[in-house]
C-alpha cells in the first residue's frame, strides 16, 4: 500500500480519512494556518504547512487536495505538479462506478456516489456522498458536486463549478466554468459561465 499525503485539514480531508482504502495515511498539509501543524485531525497528524511541503514530503510522492475552493484547488494542484508530486484518485468503497467510466488524477468520490456508464470525470473533481452522476456525463476538472446533487443523462459541467446540495440537472443540459447551482436548485436550461442560478426552475440571480 503507498503512502498518501492529504493537502487540506478541513471537512474535504476528514472524508478522504474516512473512505481512503488504497493508501496510506502519512500526514496532512495545512493550507491555512501554520500553527495547526503538529496538531492531530481524526488520527492524522499535519505535519506541515504548503509552503514547506518539499521539506517534509519527498518529491514523487503520492498527494490528494482535499479542500472545496475550485480556484485555490487550482492554484495549489499547478503547484505541487511543477514540483513532482503525483495525484492519487481516492474512492470510497461503497461507491458505485460503472465500469465504463474514466475519472481523472487527484479526483475523491465519497460514499455511496453513483457514476453511470461512459461518464468523463476531470482532474481534481470531488463527487460527495450520496450524488449521482448519470450516463454520458461530462464533469470538468475542479468541480466540486455536493451531497445528494443528482444530474441525469448527457450533462456537462464545466470547469471549476459548484452543485450544492441536492440540485438536480436534467438531461443534456450545459452548465459553464465557474457557476454555482445553489441547494435544491433544479436546472433545466444551460447555465452560462461564472452564472450563480437558485430556485426551481433554476434562474440567475440578478447582480
Do not use: W
Not at 31 to 46: E, F, H, R, S
Not at 80 to 95: H, N, P, V, W
Amino acid at each position: 500500500m503507498k503512502d498518501l499525503y492529504v493537502v487540506g485539514t478541513g471537512s474535504q480531508a476528514r472524508y478522504v480519512i474516512e473512505i481512503c482504502h488504497t493508501h496510506n495515511i502519512k500526514g496532512l498539509v495545512d493550507i491555512l494556518n501554520k500553527d495547526n501543524v503538529g496538531k492531530t485531525i481524526n488520527g492524522v497528524k499535519v505535519i506541515c504547512h504548503l509552503d514547506d511541503i518539499t521539506t517534509h514530503v519527498q518529491t514523487g510522492s503520492d498527494v490528494v487536495i482535499a479542500i472545496g475552493d475550485s480556484r485555490k484547488k487550482e492554484d495549489i494542484a499547478c503547484i505541487l505538479e511543477k514540483a513532482g508530486y503525483q495525484f492519487a484518485t481516492i474512492i470510497s468503497q461503497s461507491a458505485y462506478i460503472s465500469k465504463f467510466v474514466n475519472i481523472g488524477k487527484g479526483s475523491i468520490i465519497c460514499q455511496n456516489a453513483i457514476v453511470q456508464p461512459n461518464t468523463n470525470i476531470g482532474n481534481h473533481v470531488i463527487i460527495h456522498a450520496g450524488c449521482v452522476i448519470e450516463h454520458d456525463n461530462v464533469i470538468g476538472d475542479f468541480a466540486n458536486i455536493a451531497p445528494a446533487a443528482a444530474t441525469t443523462g448527457n450533462v456537462q459541467i464545466g470547469k471549476g463549478t459548484y452543485v450544492y446540495t441536492g440540485a438536480v440537472i436534467v438531461p443534456k443540459v450545459k452548465i459553464g466554468e465557474y457557476a454555482v447551482i445553489g441547494a435544491g436548485a433544479v436546472v433545466l436550461n444551460d447555465v452560462p459561465d461564472n452564472a450563480v442560478v437558485v430556485g426551481n426552475p433554476a434562474k440567475p440571480i440578478k447582480k
